[in-house]
């Protein structure tokens, strides 16, 4: 059974940086999963944030971190990353990470995903 941590999160200030790593255990994740990134803020629904493909030839991002927040995978590592740069105060949420086994081109949109993780909190203020 894939198990999927989450690790990374933190307290920062706007404009700030982290990088928040999703480790995989218990299967293989290169050639076989997709991986997405989505948060969830107090109040409101689970938001996609973004995906990668499971050969990382495509991905796709949310408008709302589109240039800020490139996704990335390292098969040897069976991780993948989500490096966010410029953090503003409305990216503060529980972040999950999540895995598919799944073939297909990501970059119009992102599957279903089957695996979750516990999530990880980062808060962006000042």
């Known amino acids: 059974q894939l198990q999927l941590v989450e690790s990374g999160g933190g307290a920062v200030q706007p404009g700030g940086s982290l990088r928040l790593s999703c480790a995989a255990s218990?299967?293989?994740?290169?050639?076989?999963?997709?991986i997405g990134w989505f948060r969830q803020a107090p109040g409101k629904e689970l938001e996609g944030v973004s995906c990668?493909?499971?050969?990382?030839?495509?991905?796709h991002y949310a408008d709302s971190v589109q240039g800020r927040f490139p996704i990335s995978r390292d098969d040897a590592g069976n991780t993948v990353y989500l490096q966010m740069n410029n953090l503003k105060p409305d990216d503060t949420a529980v972040y999950y990470c999540?895995?598919?086994?799944?073939?297909?081109?990501?970059?119009?949109?992102?599957?279903?995903?089957?695996?979750w993780g516990q999530g990880t909190q980062v808060t962006v203020s000042s």
């Open positions: 999540a895995a598919v086994r799944y073939s297909g081109d990501v970059s119009m949109g992102c599957p279903d995903f089957a695996f």
């Open positions: 218990g299967a293989s994740l290169p050639y076989y999963y997709a």
């Open positions: 990668i493909s499971r050969t990382a030839d495509t991905t």
